[in-house]
Structures are given as C-alpha cells and as structure tokens.
C-alpha cells in the first residue's frame, strides 16, 4: 500500500464534536488522535462555593441526554457527604426514572443513529424508508421512555423533581399505573427489536477489554452500587480516584481515564452486560440469548443488540416497579450538611457516571471531581481504532474513514459530556 | 388532543446566550394565549416532534439561528424541506433530519412555519444580546399570528371539504 494520510473532518451522528487524525505506513498505524476539540465546559468550577442543593440540577445541564444520570450521580455524592440513609421507596422511584432514561437513550441511539451503519445506510432518513415499521415501533418505544422520566421527573427533559434526600413530590400512584399498558407493550416491543439486531451482520472484532460496571447484590445496578471490575477487586465509590487516574493528552480537550497501572478500560453496556449479566433474568437471558450474545460480549459492534437487552431490562423492571408503586407518605429525609467528602456513582447510559463534591459544614460545595463514562471511554475508543485501521489499510479513504466512525459510533459517545465530540483525519504515509 | 389542535415549537439551550430565543418566544405567546393551541418546549429532544405535530393543522418552531445576518433578524420559511432548515441550529438530531423522518412516516403536521431569528452569541453562559432580546415580542406576535390565522384557513378548508 503507498504511504499516506487519511483525513475524517467531522464525525457524524455523535453527541458533540471531535475529529479523528490517523496516519498509516505500509498497513501500520503510524499515529492515531482522537481529537477532542469542544472547548472545556468548565461545570466544576462553576459549583465550587455553591449550596450543595444546587448540585444535581446544575450537573443535570451538562447534558440533555443523561440528566438522569447527573442527577442520581449527583444525589448518592452529597447524601454519602451527610451520612444520609434513602428509604428503599425513594431509591425505587429513582431507579424508575433511570429505567426511563435508559430506554429513550438506548433506543435514540440504536434504532436512529447506530442501526444505519449495519444496514448500509446513511442515516435515520434512510431507514425510515426502507424500514418503516422498525423506525415507528422504536420512536414509540422511546416516547415510553420518556413518558416515564416525566411521569416521576416532572418533564422529559431535563427532569426537576429530584433532590438531596429523595424528590420534591412523589408521583401519583394514579399517573404511574396508567403507563402500566403502554410499558407492557414496550417489554414486547423491546425484546422483538432486541432480536431483530441479532440479525444485522456483525464484523468479528473481539478485543481484550478491561470491565469496569456497578454491581449490586440484589440486582442489576443502575442508580447506585459498588464498583466491579473485570481486573481486580470490587470497591466502593470513594476509591474511585484511586483506582482509576485521569490523563491530559495534548490533543484531547477531554481528559483521558486509565487505571492506576495506566491501562485504558471501558465502561458501558458491554462492560455492565459482561460483568452482572447473570442478574439480568430469563427473559432478557434468553432474548440475548437467541439475539446471537453469549454471557459475556467483547465485540463492541454487538453493543447495539446488548442496549436493546437492556431496553428489554428497563422495560421489565418499570412494569414491577409500577405494579409495585405505593404512594410514599414523605417525599424525601432531612439532609443535614456535615463537613466532608461524598463519592457517588451511577449507571449512566453510556457507563459509570463519577460525581464526588467536599462540602463545608453549611453545605457549601469546596471542591467537585466528575467523571463522566464517554471520558472513561476515550482510550479505549483510540485502542479500537488502532486494532482496526490495519484491516482497511487498503480501502478507499471514505470506506476507511466511513468505517472509523462506525467504530466511534458503537460507543454511543456523548461528548457533550466528556467535553463535546468527532472529525476523521487519516494521513497515509 | 394531538393532531386537532395547531402545535407552537420552541427550540434552544436557555444556558447559551441568543439560542435561548425559540424558548422565550413561545414562553411569550403562551402568556398572550394559552389555549392558542398546543406549546412545546424543546431541548436536545426534537424527535418528540414527530409525535407532537403529527397531524396538526400547523406547527410553527421557533428557533434561534447562526447565519451571519444582524442579530434579531426574523427569517420565516414555510413549509420548508429538510434542506432548507438545515440552516437552522442543530440539537442532536437537526430539525431538517426531524423533517424528513416526518415526511417519511407520515407524521408531519398539514403545515410547517419555522420561524428563525439571527443570533450571533452563543457561548455557554452567555448573555441574550439586545437585538436578540428585542425581537422576542414582534416574533412573539408573529408566531401567534401565523398559529391562528393559519390554523383558521385550515379549518375552513377542512369544513368546506366536508360539505
């Protein structure tokens, strides 16, 4: 192959911007950037000498795709910061509204922007056209998404109803139980798209990924839980920052996670799936099941089937959760400042979602770390890249580019988040 | 009920300067007309559209906009194709894909009105600029203008065809 360079400028439907630079010689990757050039949004030092009380409504601005996930993340941060207990009713609604923004997210992506790619086609346009009737039954499926986030959230987006303690009003029992035949609908619907994508033809690029997920005894963590890895021992929130380091790269507006021994991880569907997938249940076992996924998942291309095993999840945990629902007689406890430290985490869409807030004895935010999953992802992302870019070192430049942003794509990277997003470079030497 | 009623869209990040302007607007008529038609408030979600106007006898979205002319400029383009609006600002899936993805379900409304206002100040954090905030009560009256008068024609048309 002649030496050269390979330019991707903008990548497409990504949450935010960035760009990709990739240079080969002779089939070898030569260099690889994945640019993240959204300016820093600088959330945390906005915080700092705020009221802690302000925290999980100003993070939630960060991004209109997982302000759910801000919230909750948010929430267990400052309540482990006081020494709060949160009634089990109050961590069930909160793990409602989560099952909402899971299914709207995960169903956005896969069916709207990520599904085009396995099916040789441009973009949602495209597959309106040609696949009417999947396209209708996942906007349904993801307008129940939402329709729950703002049953328990007070709106769609952007949801205000949460706060340190619990909520402001718990929902009417009324309210939830009416959505009870449109999620019953969405548990069928769910599990039949979760089939459909194990139809789609998938490259085989198995990588050794290093897990991280949220683990909880009783069941599949999504609103909080204790940090599981793939490589060493589980651990609570608080060690977070031990356990895993932030990197600057010169090119990246976005900081990089590695391990502490410098290792790049992933977190997300695949790595929750391969962790906890035993807690998922039969059903959601056995749709993975005949959707082609074992009980652990490494190729990343297959994600789109596991978040629609997910979406399967969410749609069978809000129908018990609903069922369940009594109307709790105090919508939140009493919170407390206490001067200190309060690590928390949660299982945003996209991964572990990191918050920890220093607090004075009025409450009063000192210092504010937050790790959001797409940051955590960037590393692994590159080292996907560089797996692949050998294997199409002969295509033409916009199958080579087109392919690279497939890659990116199966991680569902919110750059808002992580700092903004992608453009696609590659330089042949 | 959805589909009956005519649909007034308002689009943008109230964090970031002139974009807030889609929201403010419809804020404005809602204010002046409450039981105009329907409102809806819009953020990075604009596939919630498909269910909202779906139908509508007119939807008009109101959205700030970045194409180099004076800020508070009002741009109205009817019914648009997903070409044209793709000038307007982006918020995850872009208005003109939303569009298209209508045409292509059937879930668009009879009539579509975007009303489009220039900005030029949109940084996280930013201040709204005075040309910007001065054009929220003209476009105020226009959105609500276009609404009912538009809306009206619709109906006519639709009691006529009937008789």
Partial sequence: ?429 | MIGSLPVLAGMGNELRGDDAVGLLVLRAVRLMAPDAGRYVELGDDLARLLDEWRDAPVAVVVDAMAGGGHPGQIHVLADPGAAEASAISAHGLELSTIIGVGVELGRSPRRLIILAIEGDRFGLGEAMGPGVAAAIAPAARLAYNLLTSIARTADAGASSGTT
Avoid at chain 1, 75 to 103: K, V
Avoid at chain 1, 161 to 189: H, M, Q, S, T
């Fill in chain 1, 1 to 429: 192959m002649s030496p050269g360079k390979v330019s991707v400028p903008v990548l497409a439907r990504l949450e935010g911007e960035a760009a990709l630079d990739l240079k080969l010689r002779g089939g070898r990757v030569t260099d690889l950037t994945l640019r993240v050039y959204e300016p820093p949004r600088l959330f945390e030092p906005i915080l700092v000498g705020r009221d802690m009380r302000d925290a999980p409504d100003i993070t939630a601005r960060i991004c209109g795709i997982c302000p759910v996930a801000h919230l909750v993340s948010s929430c267990n941060a400052l309540e482990s910061a006081c020494g709060a207990t949160i009634p089990a009713e109050m961590r069930d609604l909160r793990r409602l509204l989560y099952c909402g923004e899971w299914i709207e997210s995960h169903v956005l992506h896969a069916f709207l922007l990520h599904a085009p790619d396995f099916l040789g086609l441009d973009d949602v346009l495209q597959i309106a056209r040609t696949h009417r009737e999947l396209v209708e039954k996942a906007l349904r499926l993801k307008k129940l998404g939402n329709d729950i986030v703002a049953a328990v959230g007070g709106r769609e987006i952007h949801p205000i109803n949460v706060k340190v303690g619990g909520f402001y009003r718990v929902p009417a029992a009324a309210g939830l139980k009416a959505l009870l035949p449109e999620i019953e609908w969405g548990c069928d619907a769910a599990e039949e798209l979760a089939l459909f994508t194990g139809t789609l033809p998938f490259p085989d690029f198995e990588q050794p990924y290093a897990f991280a997920a949220l683990r909880d005894p009783d069941r599949c963590a999504i609103e909080d839980g204790l940090v599981a890895t793939s490589f060493g021992p589980t651990f609570p929130p608080s060690e977070y920052e031990a356990r895993f380091r932030e990197e600057h790269v010169g090119h990246s507006n976005a900081l990089h996670s590695v391990t502490a021994s410098g290792e790049p991880y992933q977190v997300g569907p695949l790595a929750r799936y391969t962790l906890n997938s035993a807690q998922l249940g039969d059903r959601c076992l056995s749709a993975a099941a005949a959707a082609g996924l074992g009980p652990e998942c490494r190729n990343p291309y297959r994600s789109i089937t596991v978040r629609m095993v997910e979406v399967l999840y969410a749609c069978l945990e809000a129908r018990r959760l609903v069922a369940a629902y009594v109307e709790p007689k105090h919508p939140s406890v009493a919170v407390h400042p206490a001067a200190g430290t309060g690590c928390g985490c949660s299982e945003a869409p996209r991964g572990v979602l990191y918050h920890r807030y220093r607090i004075d004895g009025r409450g009063r935010i000192e210092s504010v770390q937050l790790r959001p999953p797409t940051a955590q992802n960037l590393r692994t992302i590159e080292s996907d890249l560089r797996a692949l870019a050998p294997t199409l070192a002969d295509s033409p430049p916009a199958i080579l580019a087109r392919q690279c942003e497939n890659a990116v794509r199966n991680y569902d990277p919110c750059i808002s988040c992580a700092t903004h997003f992608l453009t696609v470079r590659v330089h042949r030497e």
